[in-house]
């Protein structure tokens, strides 16, 4: 079996994967007091909870925007799992031509959702991801990777505005029933959640209107199942698509 660890800036998600089927994922905070030791007995209760022991983990492959985390994680594998795990960079060979000023700074995630992406959807083809920051990754019909937009996330915003208005209180991620807000919850509900589909939607236009051609959409990430029913130009949600381009990839390196 391999293990697939996302690390990202709020969460960590994790797969477990036989052979191409996800049979158990979870989510965790990315706790960067954490030791080695102290990620090592959590995924061994996640482990357990999945009925697998260690010695049943063949291959471990890490996707990681944290770098102080990383190196943890790594560490952990080593410890705990016994093995040496594939930490995804531009620097694999994966056939992915990275067509941006300095394929260096693009983050492992996206590269994750792009070679997932490839693989399972029609090009070309922009993935959305929902999560600390909104992605938007753009795909060529000749499977390049050609770039991409980075947005405020749905909760990142929400909190910079709690944050940084006095009178203004926490609120839950829902659609209200309209769009005029009659209360400052239902305001702010509306405007960050509906604001979201905005974006996404002029977004994508734009995005088509520079490419000269119409694109596949698929959303990902913690608050894609929220907010892309709403959108009329996402054509499909898949909340483990960075995990599965994580097995993907490490199928592709363990076999060179």
Same mark, same amino acid.
């Given at each position: 079996?391999?293990?697939?660890?996302?690390?990202?800036?709020?969460?960590?998600?994790?797969?477990?994967?036989?052979?191409?089927? *996800?049979?158990?994922?979870?989510?965790?905070?990315?706790? !960067?007091?954490?030791?080695?030791?102290?990620?090592?007995?959590?995924? &061994?209760?996640?482990?357990?909870?999945?009925?697998?022991?260690?010695?049943?983990?063949?291959?471990?492959?890490?996707?990681?925007?944290?770098?102080?985390?990383?190196?943890?994680?790594?560490?952990?594998?080593?410890?705990?799992?016994?093995?040496?795990?594939?930490?995804?960079?531009?620097?694999?060979?994966?056939?992915?031509?990275?067509?941006?000023?300095?394929?260096?700074?693009?983050?492992?995630?996206?590269?994750?959702? $792009?070679?997932?992406?490839?693989?399972?959807?029609? *090009?070309?083809?922009?993935?959305?991801?929902?999560?600390?920051?909104?992605? !938007?990754?753009?795909?060529?019909?000749?499977?390049?990777?050609?770039?991409?937009?980075? $947005?405020?996330?749905?909760?990142?915003?929400?909190?910079?505005?709690?944050?940084?208005?006095?009178?203004?209180?926490?609120?839950?991620?829902?659609?209200?029933?309209?769009?005029?807000?009659?209360?400052?919850?239902?305001?702010?509900?509306?405007?960050?959640?509906?604001?979201?589909?905005?974006?996404?939607?002029?977004?994508?236009?734009?995005?088509?209107?520079?490419?000269?051609?119409?694109?596949?959409?698929?959303?990902?990430?913690?608050?894609?199942?929220?907010?892309?029913?709403?959108?009329?130009?996402?054509?499909?949600? &898949?909340?483990?698509?960075?995990?599965?381009?994580?097995?993907?990839?490490?199928?592709?390196?363990?076999?060179?």
């Amino acid at each position: 079996m391999i293990l697939a660890v996302d690390i990202g800036n709020s969460d960590t998600t994790l797969g477990l994967f036989s052979e191409e089927k *996800l049979i158990h994922d979870w989510r965790t905070t990315s706790g !960067f007091s954490r030791t080695s030791d102290e990620y090592g007995v959590l995924i &061994n209760s996640f482990l357990s909870q999945a009925k697998t022991a260690s010695d049943d983990i063949s291959g471990v492959v890490i996707s990681s925007v944290v770098p102080s985390l990383t190196d943890i994680i790594a560490h952990m594998s080593e410890k705990y799992l016994h093995k040496t795990a594939i930490i995804v960079s531009s620097k694999l060979d994966l056939g992915l031509p990275i067509l941006i000023d300095n394929p260096e700074q693009l983050g492992a995630d996206r590269i994750c959702n $792009a070679v997932a992406g490839i693989r399972d959807y029609d *090009l070309p083809l922009v993935v959305v991801d929902f999560g600390t920051a909104t992605t !938007f990754d753009v795909i060529s019909s000749k499977g390049e990777y050609l770039g991409g937009v980075i $947005a405020p996330g749905v909760e990142t915003s929400a909190n910079d505005l709690f944050h940084r208005a006095a009178q203004l209180p926490k609120i839950d991620f829902h659609f209200p029933d309209k769009i005029i807000g009659k209360n400052s919850i239902n305001s702010m509900q509306s405007g960050i959640m509906n604001g979201a589909v905005a974006v996404v939607d002029s977004m994508i236009s734009a995005i088509e209107k520079e490419m000269g051609e119409k694109m596949n959409t698929v959303a990902t990430g913690g608050f894609a199942h929220l907010i892309t029913p709403k959108c009329n130009t996402v054509n499909d949600i &898949n909340a483990h698509l960075t995990l599965e381009g994580l097995n993907y990839i490490y199928n592709i390196i363990s076999k060179k």
